[in-house]
């Protein structure tokens, strides 16, 4: 019997989403953390990381704050250091992220998009 390397989790952004180009490669890494919803005060976040367009796609429309359901699959990661020491660790990789609740800065982003939007058709209808 083999073990499940899926799963989920529903939490809130609890850090700026950034993404990263790796020299020499075509990839985009997107790296964020998110505290579950059922953890006790004073847990640590869990990090979490988003590759190519996919990653690109949730840094343009996630912020911090937002309440997400993420579905991952985990991978284990080595590596040798240049000191020639070998580290390694768990990688949670998201394959679908679904947004629950907006958090603040989502909620300002959106209402002042709107009013830009509004803006424009009413200096659009003027003009005709």
């Given amino acids: 019997m083999s073990a ?16 990263r180009y790796p020299d020499n490669t075509r990839i985009s890494v997107t790296e ?8 006790p005060e004073g847990s640590s976040a869990v990090p979490v990381t988003c590759y190519n367009g996919y990653g690109e796609n949730l840094a343009q ?3 911090q704050g937002d309440l997400v359901s ?3 699959h985990v991978v284990y990661k080595t590596w040798q250091t ?3 020491e070998f580290r390694s660790k ?4 998201v394959d679908e992220c ?6 603040k800065i ?8 709107q009013e830009v939007k509004s803006t424009t058709k009413v200096k659009k209808s003027v003009a005709a």
């Fill in 4 to 19: 499940s390397n899926n799963g989920s989790l529903n939490g809130r952004i609890v850090s700026d989403i950034t993404t």
């Fill in 32 to 39: 964020f953390r998110v505290i579950p919803s059922d953890a």
């Fill in 61 to 63: 429309w996630r912020n």
């Fill in 70 to 72: 993420l579905r991952y």
């Fill in 82 to 84: 240049e000191e020639g």
């Fill in 90 to 93: 768990y990688e949670l990789v």
């Fill in 98 to 103: 679904y947004c629950l609740a907006l958090g």
């Fill in 106 to 113: 989502s909620a300002e982003k959106r209402a002042s998009e």
